[in-house]
């Protein structure tokens, strides 16, 4: 197993982060790179035209590769994922009585686009419903949402993993159960890609939307999206950008207006895509992330959790079976009455950083956290778990 990575990044050795789903630290070489980037307009005349495409195109390759996507012209540069869901949204026709599938409590950059998609349409959202806390939850869920794609399903809009506690979502199957119906697949990866293995060509995605300020360990406002070649062909952008059209590499003929785009993604990106201050920093962390690779997260995060895992259950506490959960992200569902208060306060004493999403904990451990990091998580639990017993008798 890959030994602990915290000497890449700068977290300090009395802090336990167990909470890169909110937001990832920056790697040094990460914070290296932003550092070089922003120097680099003191001397504007050292940018030149090609600059503008040769960052971009680096970062799309190193990209299409990290998710196994044979052109790196299917992927565009986002800001968020609102703008990349609202792309897809803005390309795909609905009419009267069509579906639109998406699971329970999900992300709102991933659903306030389909709601307006639907109401604007005469559609209806389906809600795929988180079944009961207890064992085989996850396996009902996924369960649940193949029986409600059905022949009137136009989209399936779904993470790969569910942010608020890592429910894994089994996107192979989805996808041939959406085929059969003819329906899109739109995945939300902001909490899975870069942490939890993502295969385009197995999963076969119509779109995959990603931030990059989380497991992609880049900075804030730029994420990265996979467009197939059908939904590029009849993609239709929501702004209109000069280096998005045709012939932009060529800064002298920019007002021969062209109608056509650049090819394949290329009408998705961004204005402004060439980002030069926080391209080269998400270069910097796909690289180490290429290097590291996902299954090599996952085997570390199970590892350096796995008895934590086992006492928190023996302490009542509800933790989705491994294999319908991310060992990167999962949730800690809390025995009734926990005084939830009383556990964000020692959390914050032994400077534990986890995440409240709903009803669980939110757990999210990488390649800096060690099990000494889990046994002080544990020892927090059972603090106010122990003082919970103790009230009721
Ligand atoms: C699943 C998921 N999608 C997207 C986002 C961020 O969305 P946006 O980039 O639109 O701010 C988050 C942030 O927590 C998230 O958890």
Known sequence: MISCQKDL????????????????????????????????????????????FTNTNKLKQLFASFIDVEDYRNIAVIPSVSYGIASVANSIPLTKDDQILVVDEQFP???????????????????????????????????????????????????????????????????????????????????????YPFSVKNIQPDALICAGYKWLLGPYSIGLAYFSDALCERGNPIEENWINRKNSEDFTGLVNYQDE??????????????????TPMLIAS????????????????????????????????????ENYRGNHLFGIYLPNNTNINQLKTVLAKHNVFVSFRGNAVRVSPHLYNTKEDFEVLVSCFREVLFKKIRNVQ
């Not at 979502?169 to 909490?191: C, M, P, S």
């Open 9 to 52: 990044f700068k977290i300090p050795d009395n802090i336990h982060y167990l909470n890169g789903a909110y937001m990832s630290p920056f790697l040094k070489i990460v914070e290296k790179a932003g550092h070089q980037a922003i120097s680099k307009k003191c001397f504007p005349y050292q940018i030149s035209g090609e600059d503008f």
């Open 109 to 195: 950059s991933n659903i306030y686009s389909w709601q307006k998609l639907a109401t604007k349409n005469h559609a209806k959202i389906v809600v795929s419903k988180s079944p009961k806390i207890e064992e085989g939850r996850g396996e009902k869920w996924n369960l649940d949402i193949l029986q409600k794609i059905n022949n009137n399903t136009k989209i399936v809009a779904i993470p790969q993993v569910h942010w608020s506690d890592g429910t894994l979502f089994d996107l192979v199957e989805i996808r041939k159960k959406a085929n059969k119906v003819g329906a899109y697949l739109i995945i939300d990866g902001t909490q899975s890609v870069g942490a």
């Open 261 to 278: 785009y650049q090819p394949k993604s290329g009408r998705f990106n961004v204005g402004e895509m060439s980002n030069f201050h926080l």
């Open 286 to 321: 796909l690289k180490q992330l290429t290097k590291w690779r996902p299954e090599i997260i996952q085997e570390y995060t199970k590892e350096i959790s796995k008895e934590a895992i086992e006492k928190l259950q023996q302490l009542g506490c509800f933790i989705e079976d």
